[in-house]
């Protein structure tokens, strides 16, 4: 993944435009350089310093003798027929995460992992099954970009970001947080606040940090139950933090003006997906600003679970929108590769070394 001296040199990728002042200047330059280095990483994809040609010349040297610009490695990828791409990515320290690029009509949307692995036990999700192996580093998320952003033709541009792949952000508050900067700053990869998403499965005291601490992003949380027991039943974390202390605090959220959150709700046939189950979602969503993501479940044989037939699918989505909710089904995209989140590094996983 990265040269073989990385622990003896700096890794500037991942650094803040504040981190990045500030290591210039223990190298004696004025901070504007800092700026000018960020510039090149994110706006150009630079990964020499050679080339960084608004730089001193002996500058450059020593940035060469002191730091590097590290990259993931993509070790396979996965081509659907309906154009979405699934990449494995290896890190430096041999472990593997995924990345998904899903084009539509009007964007192109990356979706980013958080964490190798996930500690969460969700029962309908792949990477759960996998259990946690580590958090990753701002540079491993913004990182994902920046590998995904190198095999698109020179034309073609991510415009959203959403970090609802491996792991649960929040359970690694500190590193995405200060990926999520770098990805909105303008001298960064210059996304803006309601292009990027964070999807979590709702740990309450870091979601009213997010708020706290004046960070500007989507915010999608999957629900997937419309009762407690149900949820505690599919989502362990709902045993800490139950369905009623959730919606609560969704309520109390100081949304931006006409901001709304996005429930994620994976329909899973003969546990959520009745139209009991409907009528019921849509009484305990009331007074929350908000709309529904229908998500007929992305079936793998590691899971014990099968998608609802269509008809249930539509009929629930009926009784949202009969009550007013904004309720949209989603596409399940790339269904003939592997579309779980996690299947394709657990595959991989599999092999024979």
């Avoid at 081509?79 to 699934?86: E, L, Q, Y």
């Avoid at 991510?158 to 995405?176: D, F, H, K």
């Avoid at 960070?215 to 709902?238: F, G, H, K, W, Y």
Wanted: proline share 5%.
């Amino acid at each position: 993944m990265v040269e073989e001296d990385v622990t003896e040199r700096v890794g500037l990728l991942g650094m803040t435009r504040e981190e990045l002042e500030g290591f210039v200047q223990s190298l004696g330059e004025r901070p504007f350089r800092g700026r000018q280095i960020m510039r090149w990483i994110y706006h150009h994809g630079v990964k020499d310093f050679v080339s960084m040609s608004d730089l001193p010349r002996s500058f450059r040297g020593r940035l060469a003798e002191r730091a590097l610009i590290p990259s993931l490695k993509v070790i396979a990828e996965e081509v659907s027929r309906d154009g979405t791409r699934k990449f494995l990515l290896e890190l430096h320290d041999g472990h593997c995460i995924e990345s998904v690029l899903i084009p539509e009509a009007d964007r192109l949307t990356l979706c980013l992992s958080t964490q190798v692995g996930c500690s969460m036990g969700c029962r309908f999700c792949v990477t759960a099954a996998q259990g946690l192996a580590r958090d990753l580093t701002a540079s491993e998320i913004v990182g994902q970009v920046m590998a995904v952003r190198e095999r698109l033709p020179s034309k073609v541009r991510i415009t959203n970001l959403v970090l609802m792949g491996m792991g649960e952000p929040l359970a690694n508050y500190e590193q995405v947080v200060k990926a999520i900067r770098i990805i909105q700053d303008d001298l960064g990869l210059n996304f803006s606040a309601r292009r990027v998403t964070l999807s979590t499965v709702g740990l309450l005291p870091e979601l009213e940090r997010l708020f706290t601490d004046g960070v500007r992003c989507r915010l999608a949380i999957s629900l997937n139950a419309s009762d407690q027991e149900t949820r505690a039943r599919l989502m362990p974390i709902s045993r800490k933090y139950p369905l009623e202390e959730l919606l609560e605090l969704c309520r109390r959220l100081p949304l931006p003006a006409r901001e709304r959150i996005t429930f994620e709700y994976v329909l899973i046939d003969g546990v959520n997906a009745s139209r009991e189950d409907a009528l019921r979602l849509a009484e305990v969503l009331r007074g929350i600003r908000c709309k529904v993501n229908l998500i007929p479940l992305n079936e793998a044989p590691e899971l014990p679970f099968r998608a609802p037939r269509p008809e249930e699918v539509l009929e629930f989505q009926e009784v949202l929108l009969q009550r007013g909710y904004t309720a949209l089904l989603r596409e399940s995209r790339g269904a003939d590769i592997s579309a779980a989140c996690g299947q394709l590094r657990g595959r991989v996983l599999r092999k024979p070394q």
